[in-house]
């Protein structure tokens, strides 16, 4: 490729990184939800009780409460503060899928696409203003897949041994902190072994790969095995985990039709006093209707479900485009696009509406 032409896409990756950091900061100062707000509280107790058994009561792994909790300590824990943290990985994820691009494509282009699609990706960019540890496992795996098109490059290369020490140290770390995320990166995990597997098996000098590979893996293995034991533990006696939903071929097919092809829905909770059963039904008004109807959205509608009793986990996320809410003896299910800030104080009334209905 022209020298020339190679220098102006590598100009504009570095450009597409500089928007990809203004989309973040933009507005990054919006108010704290209640998911944020557990962030926050988790990260607020001491370091060593978010590494014991304590942290049975919590689905999520310790390492983002812990490195929030120092950031908290440095920073403070106003809500640009605390938000500030996962934009930081965010970012950081934006520039590792840019490198991994740069080096499977042997040049800034493909860079430069892919820094497009990561950078200005809605959901990517949500995420980068939550202060929540979705960033942080996006960024660890990012960099765990940096470390695998480094091994599978320098394998290639007749003069290697097979992926420098380096690298296979960056990939056993950068899957342990991953791990240490989320814990549904446990997928990830089982897939990019799977995958080394298959190549190893079907590659030249695999001698070379194996002993790394499993030295890898067995750290991976010892440094995970506290938080396996804590989440065996809360799916065989513990309730926290009881707000996912069994995962079904109906309930897949829902969930990429909610995020490929997403409806406008809303919440109708029909009051019937808070002392006995909420009917929820879908409504496709959005506006607020008079006497004891009133339309939410999912995160209202589940406050509005917690202040009112219910003793399990209330849950509306949106962050797939559809949300579940659990009531002791119902569940109502809404969908709705991502929605823009601008209304965030109607909805806070909405919300205050419902509650004053009791």
């Not at 933009?26 to 209640?34: E, I, R, V």
């Not at 607020?44 to 983002?64: A, C, G, H, T």
């Not at 990706?121 to 980068?128: E, F, Q, T, V």
Request: aromatic share 12%.
């Amino acid at each position: 490729m022209n020298l020339r032409r190679e220098a102006s896409f590598r100009w504009l990756t570095i450009a597409a990184v500089g928007i990809a950091i203004a989309v973040r900061l933009f507005g990054l100062d919006y108010s704290l939800w209640h998911d944020e707000i557990a962030s926050v509280t988790f990260a607020r107790q001491p370091v060593w009780r978010l590494w014991s058994d304590w942290m049975i009561r919590e689905p999520n792994p310790p390492l983002f409460y812990t490195m929030l909790h120092y950031w908290m300590a440095w920073f403070g824990s106003t809500d640009l503060a605390v938000k500030s943290l996962a934009t930081v990985f965010g970012i950081g994820n934006v520039v590792v899928v840019a490198l991994i691009a740069r080096r499977l494509g042997s040049s800034w282009l493909p860079a430069l696409v892919a820094t497009l699609f990561v950078g200005l990706n809605p959901w990517h960019i949500y995420y980068s203003q939550n202060a929540r540890a979705y960033t942080l496992a996006a960024f660890a795996a990012s960099l765990a897949g940096l470390a695998v098109v480094r091994i599978v490059k320098q394998h290639h290369d007749a003069s290697s041994s097979g992926g420098a020490r380096a690298d296979w140290m960056l990939f056993g770390l950068a899957m342990l902190a991953a791990l240490y995320s989320h814990t549904t990166m446990v997928i990830f995990y089982v897939v990019v072994n799977l995958m080394f597997a298959s190549w190893i098996a079907i590659t030249t000098r695999r001698e070379r790969l194996l002993a790394p590979w499993i030295a890898s893996n067995l750290m991976i293995c010892i440094g995970y095995g506290w938080w396996a034991w804590i989440t065996w533990h809360q799916l065989g006696h513990n309730g926290n985990l009881a707000w996912m939903d069994r995962l079904n071929i109906r309930l897949a097919t829902h969930i990429m039709l909610e995020i490929f092809a997403p409806q406008s829905h809303y919440l109708s909770v029909r009051d019937r006093g808070f002392g006995g059963a909420a009917a929820c039904t879908r409504c496709p008004d959005a506006s607020v209707g008079s006497g004891p109807d009133v339309a939410l959205r999912g995160r209202d509608a589940a406050l509005l479900c917690r202040i009112a009793g219910d003793h399990h986990l209330a849950r509306a996320d949106d962050s797939m485009g559809s949300a579940v809410l659990r009531r002791g003896l119902g569940t109502c299910r809404t969908t709705y696009p991502p929605r823009g800030r601008g209304d965030r104080a109607n909805r806070r009334s909405t919300c205050a509406v419902g509650l004053g209905l009791s």
